[in-house]
């Protein structure tokens, strides 16, 4: 059976990589959506998207040829997947192309940031050279909270140990090795809170986690702390994320992913805030992890046409947060 392949989001610069595998596959355009995305799509038997790109029920019910959609990231909260399986439709995704990379930028922004790196070259190229008023802070010695220990906070783990930081985990199940090989310390979501100097986070966003980190939250952390996020915008509280850089309670909000991503209108007053750094969700976005990203779900395509159930089928987790450690 012939399929047609459609690769949506994809830049000028992978699209030999895909051909290499896929002769006759077709491009579309970056972030459709609705009817355009559906017109996109309507012959497709196989695509591939990513992150940029949703696909609601609206959309799915609507492409009734499609058999198998595999978004390249690790992440699928774009894609309907009740939907999707209500339709027999295959969602596989990217389970690891590049953890290393995100735990990376977690400590590109610290360090930049911690040691005034843009102010000191904003310093020097006016015709300053004068170190006076840039002292920064080290992490040696500083408390890290890690929130999910999954492979990117792992990483982070590693990173951090070789920084000599004091290390605390929250997560529902812990990784041993963590512990033994690295001295993280599993705490609860309490205690992650109150005790960390910085605190990244490393879990997914779903429905149980939105806006785990709110007024609230805010209230329970250290006067001061830094707080950093590579993983989904949907976990903070904007507006409570807001309140507490102007009061103090956050030093300093470094964030690679938003809460609406998509609208810049909703975004601008924390963006523009003195004490707030933002990337464009580029954290992922490195030589190696993007090369795993198109190899690992053209695997999926490849073995799907193959006829053999794909290594990384999205199978949703069942996820029950019960536990008094991660209750918001």
């Not at 047609?4 to 972030?31: G, K, N, W």
């Not at 360090?111 to 310093?123: C, F, K, Q, V, Y």
């Not at 408390?143 to 000599?164: F, N, Q, S």
Request: glycine content about 6%; charged content about 25%; hydrophobic content about 40%.
């Amino acid at each position: 059976m012939a399929h047609r392949t459609l690769f949506l989001d994809v830049e000028e610069t992978d699209r030999p990589l895909v051909r290499e595998h896929f002769s006759d596959a077709v491009f579309a355009e970056a972030s459709l959506r609705d009817e355009k995305l559906i017109e996109a799509c309507k012959d497709a038997t196989i695509v591939s998207c990513f992150i940029t790109t949703p696909f609601p029920r609206s959309v799915i019910q609507k492409l009734p040829k499609l058999k198998l959609l595999c978004t390249r990231s690790v992440g699928y909260d774009h894609i309907d997947i009740d939907a999707c399986r209500e339709k027999d439709i295959t969602v596989c995704n990217v389970p690891d192309y590049g953890s290393h990379v995100i735990a990376e930028h977690v400590f590109a922004l610290l360090l930049s940031t911690l040691r005034h790196i843009r102010a000191g070259e904003d310093r020097v190229e006016s015709g300053t050279f004068d170190y006076h008023g840039l002292r920064g802070i080290a992490l040696k010695g500083k408390t890290i909270g890690i929130l999910g220990t999954g492979k990117i906070g792992r990483k982070v783990a590693k990173i951090a140990h070789g920084y000599e930081m004091r290390i605390l985990a929250t997560d529902q199940c812990r990784t041993v090795e963590l512990e033994t090989e690295l001295g993280v310390q599993y705490v609860s979501f309490d205690e992650l809170l109150q005790q960390s100097d910085i605190l990244t986070l490393h879990v997914p966003g779903m429905k149980e986690t939105e806006h785990l980190l709110n007024a609230k939250a805010f209230q329970r952390m250290k006067d001061g702390v830094v707080l950093v996020n590579t993983a989904r915008g949907s976990l903070i509280d904007s507006a409570a994320l807001l309140k507490a850089l102007d009061s103090g309670k956050v030093a300093y909000a470094l964030l690679d992913v938003l809460e609406h991503e998509q609208n810049f209108k909703e975004n601008e007053t924390l963006i523009k805030h003195p004490n707030v750094v933002t990337t464009p969700h580029v954290a992922f976005y490195a030589d190696d992890s993007m090369r795993n990203m198109y190899l690992d779900a053209i695997l999926s395509i490849e073995q799907w046409i193959a006829g053999k159930e794909p290594a990384h089928v999205v199978h949703p987790l069942q996820i029950v947060c019960d536990l008094p450690g991660v209750k918001k």
